[in-house]
């Protein structure tokens, strides 16, 4: 329930018209410390109003307000400080979730709307890298919190499988490759012709044209064109699944750029045809002065298209099919100035619509302070990393705890939740460096620490030989310790709003860290299986907490084991 709602239902009444439900709703504040209460109204707002000072304000006002759904209501200062009813709101919370189960925190404030989510995207005959795990759990996270809420996800893999970079690896594969060396390790072998490709190209230039003239072949349906690329594009989607397989990451589609490649001439056309298209220098251009922009560049001065052309065609064709209220490109914050200008092209070109499209940029995961390059050679390869974090997972099992059944499953859902959680709870604008020491590290705030947390809730949960069943309406908790669970419990709802709003899975992460944290230090000051009174409630604050770490951890594309 939205305490904070009935708050200012209350000041409403006190204060009038002096301002608004949706003002006083956004002043209200939640107290660093608990005993200052559990929201506070700051009156400074006031001040003009009334003409008084702010303390003043707020001791007048305690006089007006109803104060019989709280347990006490006290003026601080220029603040009014309110203490809910901590009986009667752990009542409601642990009735709540025990009866709605993991649906708990389902809205439909997108009421079925379409939300595209383009994200992953890898490069066809290129590994997938450490580079390509931010779009990818951060794109799965946002299409599980838009469901939740009430949205239509669609998981696009827009994969990078047209462009010049196909004409530059068939030039390589026909000077220095082997059909027998692809076929037996296609990713590694296509990757290392990739690379010799640019180092030879430093010392020779022409390689760069005649790179460009395969691609050309490409484009125009050349058959030893088309039969390389076909070949180099299936044996990668098989290594790509591979990975999505350990993340437990699915698509709804994978069209990628040669999808477009037949949808691009419309889009050329209505550019012409709005009097949109000049020319530079031989080359197509749209220009985009007006909106402090370099100009787009369309069309190449031999005819060849480009990466915005396939994405005004990606966008049209999404846009026809989906009928989309938000469309989210998941794509690293180096291609922001590129989605300014996509959105800007669309704009000039009469659609509307693009101003709901959002770019939901993501810093870097660096190697020793540098970016991840490819075409450098310097890459991490994304399956070794979860393999590693995996065997390094399964260790500590045999170690800690060797007679835990299933410890291959678990060791796979700890060591792939490790990974994935470290990534989500960093702003997703921070970049930072990889370091699989730290990924993998199962203390402090940690994936691990998460799922540890939920696996002792079910402990106690089978030692009590407590179900939902025994669940009793009416029982409360009233400690310190049980009112901060019961708080954090509360405000899940919202944080699944707050993280899908903001675009921020990183939202979801540190909530669970924080009620994880907040359940642990209730667990160590209160013996849950004492038979008393209180016994029935304590447990069902224990489901409760299963409840949410696990359906706040599929939200972020993390499994949650039952033992560990």
């Known amino acids: 329930m939205d305490y904070k709602k009935q708050i200012v239902a209350d ?16 002043f209200l504040e939640v107290p660093k410390m608990s005993a200052h209460g559990d929201y506070a109204f700051p009156t400074f707002s006031l001040a003009k109003v009334y003409r008084k000072a702010p303390n003043m304000i707020a ?10 759904n709280y347990e006490n209501i006290v003026a601080v200062g220029g603040y009014i400080n309110f203490f809910l009813n901590k009986e009667a709101v752990s009542k409601e919370v642990l009735k709540t979730i025990v009866s709605e189960k993991a649906q708990y925190g389902e809205a439909n404030i997108g009421e079925g709307g379409s ?68 076929r037996e390790n296609p990713i590694a072998e296509l990757l290392k012709l990739y690379v010799q490709f640019h180092e030879e190209a430093e010392n020779d230039p022409s390689l760069e044209d005649e790179g460009r003239a395969w691609f050309r072949k490409l484009e125009e349906d050349d058959a030893e064109a088309v039969r390389l690329w076909t070949w180099f594009r299936g044996e990668s989607l098989k290594e790509f699944q591979k990975v999505y397989d350990m993340l437990g990451v699915t698509f709804d589609s994978y069209n990628g750029e040669a999808f477009f490649n037949d949808k691009m001439d419309p889009v050329i056309e209505e550019l012409e045809s709005k009097n949109l298209l000049v020319s530079d220098q031989g080359a197509d251009i749209v220009s985009l002065e007006k909106y402090d922009l370099n100009p787009a560049l369309i069309r190449k001065s031999d005819g060849a298209t480009l990466y915005m052309t396939r994405d005004l065609a990606a966008a049209n064709f999404r846009h026809d099919n989906y009928d989309f209220v938000e469309a989210l490109y998941v794509v690293g914050n180096e291609q922001s100035i590129h989605f300014k200008q996509l959105k800007a092209v669309l704009k000039e070109a009469g659609h509307d619509w693009s101003e709901n499209i959002k770019h939901v940029p993501f810093g870097l995961i660096t190697s020793g302070g540098k970016k991840l390059s490819t075409r450098k050679g310097n890459v991490i390869l994304l399956e070794e990393v979860l393999n590693e974090a995996i065997s390094a997972t399964l260790k500590g099992i045999e170690e800690k705890n ?44 940690t994936g691990p620490y998460v799922q540890y ?40 709802p919202d944080k699944i709003q707050e993280a899908y709003q903001k ?16 359940f642990n ?44």
């Open 503 to 518: 675009y921020e899975p990183s939202v979801m992460a540190k909530y669970l860290i924080d009620l994880a944290q907040k």
């Open 11 to 26: 000041l409403q009444s006190a204060i009038g018209d002096a301002l608004s439900q949706e003002e006083l709703y956004n």
């Open 59 to 68: 001791e007048e006002l305690i006089e007006k307000l109803d104060q019989t």
């Open 453 to 492: 947390t939920r696996s002792r809730c079910e402990s106690i949960l089978t030692k009590a030989n407590w179900s939902v069943e025994d669940f009793k309406p009416g029982m409360a908790l009233n400690d310190e310790e049980s009112w901060e669970v019961i708080k954090a419990l509360n405000i899940f």
């Open 521 to 564: 230090k209730y667990y160590s000051k209160h013996k849950i299986l004492t038979e008393d009174a209180g016994k029935e409630a304590r447990l069902s604050l224990v489901y409760s907490v299963s409840v949410v770490i696990k359906e706040g951890l599929r939200l972020l594309g993390i499994q949650s084991p039952e033992k560990m």
């Open 115 to 182: 939300v595209p989510i383009d994200m992953s995207s890898p490069n066809i005959a290129k590994p997938m890298s450490m580079g390509h795990l931010r779009s990818t759990v951060i794109g799965n996270a946002l299409a599980e919190l838009s469901k939740k809420i009430g949205y239509n996800p669609i998981k696009i893999n827009y994969l990078g499988d047209w462009g010049t970079q196909f004409g530059k690896l068939i030039v390589a594969f026909k000077k220095w490759g082997s059909e027998e060396a692809v």
């Open 402 to 445: 060797p007679t835990l059944e299933n410890k291959e499953e678990v060791a796979h859902q700890v060591g792939v939740g490790a990974i994935i959680f470290h990534d989500l709870k960093n702003d997703r604008m921070n970049s930072f460096d990889f370091n699989l020491e730290e990924l993998i590290q199962f203390e402090g705030e």
